[in-house]
């Protein structure tokens, strides 16, 4: 087992002949930093990281004498906004920023984390938006809305 108590402060990419662990998680699991978490090759690691800890893909976890655990953005559903010019995006921008949510601009269009009130706000705006099954590369939503 691997206890995790800190994360690596400056960490440079691994030597080659390392081998990448990648530890997928969602945006909420990644918000949970006091937890155990089953790595492909098969180790358990146990988190226990400072309240309050934010974990984002990309980061480095651990790295032992050959291989190195990643995080990972699993895929969950999120809702794809479509805007079709700047006005439409500055809506979009201001109907997810009114409900505080994230957004995460990696791929196609904008992505939120999948919600439904969201959603009917989108369309009833006459925002083109679709349901995606992604990784969500933002942080988790932080359960304000109106």
């Not at 937890?35 to 974990?55: F, M, N, Y």
Request: contains cysteine.
């Amino acid at each position: 087992m691997i206890h995790i108590d800190s994360l690596p402060e400056n960490f440079e990419p691994p030597p080659p002949g390392f081998q990448v662990i990648r530890l997928p998680m969602t945006s909420t699991d990644r918000t949970r930093v006091r937890r155990r978490v089953q790595a492909s090759d098969g180790r358990e690691i146990a988190l226990a990281l400072p309240t309050g800890t934010k974990l984002w893909p990309g980061q480095v976890l651990h790295c032992d004498v050959d291989r190195v655990y990643v995080v990972e953005a699993e895929p969950e559903q999120v809702l794809v906004i479509h805007p079709r010019d700047m006005t439409e995006a500055a809506m979009a921008g201001h109907l997810v920023g009114n409900m505080h949510r994230d957004i995460d601009l990696e791929g196609d269009g904008i992505a939120v984390l999948y919600d439904e009130v969201l959603e009917a706000r989108l369309i009833r705006a006459g925002l083109t938006c679709e349901l995606q099954e992604r990784p969500f590369h933002g942080n988790a939503d932080a359960g304000h809305s109106h």
